[in-house]
């Protein structure tokens, strides 16, 4: 039968490692395996070892000694339900059968509040830890302080020493560098203490300008996924309410624990296991509202990681004119996304130099391929090479290197691929009751927030804020509702009303980052329209004839491209200073092939009227509650007024 070893009180509270045959040493030196923080321990104070079948406790000539049930001890041979405590801080020796009974009861021993005025604590379990998990823990963390306790998984995580931290790309994790813009109307509702940690040292930039959803004359801002995950993954560290757990969440072999939690928040992302588990209690989602002709689009993009030399409004006006490529970056420094054709999808692929076997790990997971001193693409996790880059004359390395050229990338300048896969569905509802009441048992409910929820097009650049608006809306239910009773569908009205609202605003602002609608009203992928683009700039004039490029459509395409960019520029002219002129324009894009300039020019502008357009806007559903209907007095005379009639 498995021991473990649990936090009672201390930085490793709701902690727990399973015992095996290797001694576990406790001390405050780093190397340790349970690092003790506090002052009253020794570098190496105890040490728990297997002898004959049991495990024993040794103190290791501590200087303020180790004790068992409060009685010091220089060896001890351990029993389920002993309580060790070294410095200040306890732990408790359980069996694996009895732990999750045991991490509850430690987080029970979290500080409270005044018995008598706490209506109880809400336990929580949050399955994902990026930016909108770890948001939502603080955001709820912020609403009811000392009365509530969450827990929070993520399998990218690793602990280092007292700390939980992102694992790196030694642990086979490559971490997010891609830059997202944050609308103002969602930092704003972030805690002053959230916001301090994101933005309070420089780590953004204000590319775009502003909007319809410019809160407060406050300009949407660029800033690294990386950068955000570390700084909330380091405020949740220290947060006594919360507890991180380095491990992915299974729902199956947490079952027993998920019974005795109020609130299950899955954040996990798009093709989130979590929710799979539960698809029954959430219903099934509906993939038709977002096909064409029977078919569920998809689209593939191409990250390229870069740094670009042209000014920001530059590369704004270069980004909304066309939606072949978009630039997203902090200081000229991010991504340059690629949206692929169905034909050059199939070709972002690596190769194994050693097995010579095509691998799909850039498309299917996807990995992050680096560039090496010899100019190969090589993927850190399946040691791959990218092979477009091994075949420079191939037409997909031939129009990578026209999306560099059109945003003055040099050569040297991009350092990375990777590939993007999303497509959406509808969803049906984001709260389901997952467990009902018991004597014994509060009722568990279940929240989809974040991709799980609403995964959708990155090409309007709104999935975080998506994200957060979700995030921010669960937590002020929560802070709301909670009273110590358990919890109904009723409390929950006004945040199923704001994720639907999302979803509708959102997924109808990604459908038009994906098709677009001709004269003729017909509605085409604009992948499709991209691929046409590309069959008629290499289709020979005559049965034989090479393919040569015409002139003449190429100036036509120019002359159209720089018209619709003026258009742009005098929209955006007063609200972003800076923009090129004409003759800056034109000697920048002269410089690309005349089947770039076509395909540009064919893809069309941005719909910013709609994706640019304002977002969705959950505080309508926070406002003061509506007052209460009282009916009419009876009337005089000792009738009762006809409710059918008008007072």
């Not at 732990?91 to 509040?113: C, I, K």
């Not at 358990?486 to 605003?505: C, G, K, N, T, V």
Request: with cysteine; aromatic share 6%.
């Amino acid at each position: 039968m498995l021991s473990v070893i649990v936090g009672r009180t201390g930085p490793f509270t709701g902690q727990s490692v399973v015992l095996g045959d290797a001694p576990l040493t406790f001390g405050r030196r780093s190397d340790n395996d349970v690092v003790i923080v506090s002052v009253s321990a020794s570098r190496l104070h105890a040490e728990i070892l297997t002898e004959d079948g049991s495990y024993v406790l040794h103190d290791r000539d501590s200087r303020n000694g180790t004790y068992v049930n409060e009685e010091r001890v220089t060896r001890h041979r351990l029993a389920p339900g002993d309580s060790i405590r070294i410095g200040d801080e306890t732990f408790l020796f359980e069996t694996q059968e009895a732990v999750e009974t045991v991490m509850d009861l430690s987080q029970l021993a979290l500080p409270g509040a005044d018995g008598a005025a706490d209506p109880g604590l809400l336990r929580v379990t949050v399955s994902g830890g990026g930016p909108v998990g770890l948001g939502f823990a603080l955001l709820l963390e912020e609403a009811l302080r000392e009365r509530v306790s969450v827990t929070v998984y993520d399998g990218r995580w690793i602990r280092s020493g007292s700390k939980v931290v992102w694992k790196d790309e030694t642990h086979g994790n490559v971490r997010r560098q891609q830059v997202v813009t944050v609308q103002s109307r969602q930092y704003v509702s972030l805690t002053d203490e959230m916001r301090s940690a994101l933005f309070g040292d420089g780590h953004f930039s204000e590319m775009w300008p502003l909007g319809p959803d410019s809160v407060d004359g406050r300009p949407p801002r660029n800033i690294r996924i990386a950068h955000i995950e570390d700084r909330l993954l380091e405020l949740a560290n220290e947060k006594p309410s919360i507890r991180l757990v380095p491990g992915r969440f299974d729902p199956a072999e947490k079952e027993q624990r998920l019974a005795r939690e109020h609130v299950l928040v899955v954040c996990e992302g798009g093709r989130s296991r979590t929710r799979e588990h539960f698809a029954d209690r959430f219903g099934a989602a509906d993939a038709s509202i977002y096909s064409l002709d029977g078919e569920h689009l998809q689209d593939v993009v191409l990250g390229l990681r870069v740094k670009s030399r042209l000014s920001d409004p530059m590369s704004v006006l270069l980004t909304v004119a066309q939606n072949r490529f978009l630039l997203n970056s902090l200081r000229g420094e991010g991504f340059l996304n690629m949206r692929l054709t169905r034909e050059e999808a199939r070709n972002v692929i690596g190769i194994d130099p050693v097995k010579h076997v095509f691998e799909e790990c850039i498309a299917a997971r996807p990995c992050v391929m680096s560039r090496q001193e010899d100019n190969e693409f090589v993927c850190p996790t399946h040691g791959t090479l990218f092979l477009p880059a091994l075949l420079r004359g191939s037409p997909l390395w031939k129009r990578i290197q026209e999306g560099l050229r059109l945003f003055g990338v040099a050569d040297e300048d991009f350092t990375a691929v990777t590939s993007f896969r999303l497509d959406m569905v509808q969803r049906p509802r984001f709260t389901a009751q997952l467990t009902r009441p018991t004597a014994d048992r509060p009722g568990t409910y279940g929240f989809l927030l974040g991709d799980a929820a609403n995964a959708i097009h990155f090409w309007p650049g709104r999935g975080l804020n998506s994200g957060l608006a979700s995030a921010v809306s669960l937590a002020r239910t929560l802070g709301r509702v909670w009273q110590g009773r358990p919890l109904r569908d009723a409390d929950f009205i006004r945040h199923e009303a704001a994720m639907s609202m999302l979803q509708y605003r959102h997924k109808s602002r990604a459908w038009n980052a994906m098709v677009t609608t001709d004269e003729r009203g017909v509605t085409r992928a604009i992948k499709d329209i991209i691929d046409s683009s590309l069959d008629a700039a290499t289709t020979p004039s005559a049965p034989g004839a090479a393919a040569a490029p015409d002139p003449q459509p190429a100036t036509r395409d120019l002359d159209i491209l720089l018209d619709r960019l003026r258009s742009i520029r005098d929209r955006l002219a007063t609200r972003l200073p800076g923009l090129p002129d004409d003759q800056e324009l034109r000697a920048h894009l002269s410089s690309l092939a005349p089947g770039t300039l076509r395909t540009l020019q064919v893809s069309g502008a941005w719909e910013t009227l709609i994706v640019g357009g304002e977002e969705a806007d959950i505080d309508i559903f926070y406002q003061q509650d509506a007052p209460v209907f009282v009916p009419a007095p009876p009337r005089t005379g000792g009738e009762l007024s006809d409710p059918r009639l008008p007072a």
